[in-house]
């Protein structure tokens, strides 16, 4: 029984000896993008990160941080809120529109609970206020990157608070299910791809209609799929562009 006992607590030494182990090795040859306009503080953070074998990239306006996300494929954002240009907030946004599933850890000054709760609504992973320790925003990206890599991947978009679950065909504002036909799935899928974006109503007849449809079937599911989203609070506006299309925004 005292061997059965002994075995145990070492089966149980070696598995938290494992977890610790992959855990310290999360950040080998991932890619940071470091999205941060004081220079000091950027060269820390990278400096932290290089030491634990990742790959940095910094950038100091929220353009350039959008760009770099296009083009470089980053694994973890770190990301500051008040950039010139496009501030952080609306840097996440715009990646989350786009179904990325980069993870981001905002590092901001701005501490107070709106700031932070802002910041979790539009997608962010983790929040550190500023001044922070950079071994703490080590640990932080550690645990965020060692989390996803045990989570299997699954294809889903997200606008705001909206996210479009592309492989359970269903959708969801704050985590409220929508309830919606299939050519109103497919019109939010189409919209929350387009975050922020001009949608045509050639593209609506295209891809949300099957295209056998005519333009003028057009604005009766755009106004029963706009009823949905404000009945759900779901934070966001199917805005008309005359003449031209429709835009999904984000309501302030």
């Known amino acids: 029984m005292m061997f059965r006992l002994n075995r145990r607590a070492n089966d149980g030494g070696d598995v938290i000896e494992e977890a610790s182990r992959t855990i310290d090795n999360a950040l080998r040859g991932v890619k940071v993008l470091i999205a941060e306009d004081e220079p000091e503080i950027a060269e820390i953070v990278e400096a932290f990160f290089k030491k634990e074998e990742a790959q940095c ?29 496009r501030d952080g907030l609306s840097v996440l946004a715009e990646l989350r529109s786009t179904g990325k599933a980069t993870g981001v850890l905002i590092v901001s000054a701005l501490g107070d ?17 500023k001044p922070f320790n950079p071994l703490e925003l080590i640990a932080r990206a550690k645990v965020l990157l060692g989390r996803a890599a045990r989570q299997p991947e699954h294809r889903t978009l997200g606008f705001g608070t909206l996210r479009v679950d592309l492989e359970a065909f269903r959708a969801f504002a704050d985590g409220v299910p929508l309830t919606l036909t299939p050519v109103e799935f497919r019109l939010l899928r189409l919209f929350v791809e387009r975050g ?9 007849v295209d891809h949300a209609l099957a295209g056998d449809a005519y333009d003028r079937s057009v604005d009766p599911h755009i106004s029963r799929l706009r009823q949905k989203l404000e009945s759900a609070g779901a934070g966001v506006r199917l805005t008309s562009i005359r003449g031209e299309g429709y835009r999904l925004d984000l309501v302030a």
């Open 196 to 204: 922020g974006r001009l949608v045509s109503r050639a593209q609506i």
């Open 113 to 129: 609970d709106i700031d932070k709760l802002t910041g979790f609504r539009l997608g962010c992973d983790d929040y550190l206020v």
């Open 57 to 85: 990239l910094i950038t100091t306006s929220g353009i350039d941080a959008i760009d770099a996300a296009r083009w470089w494929c980053p694994d973890l954002l770190v990301l500051d809120i008040r950039l010139p240009g």
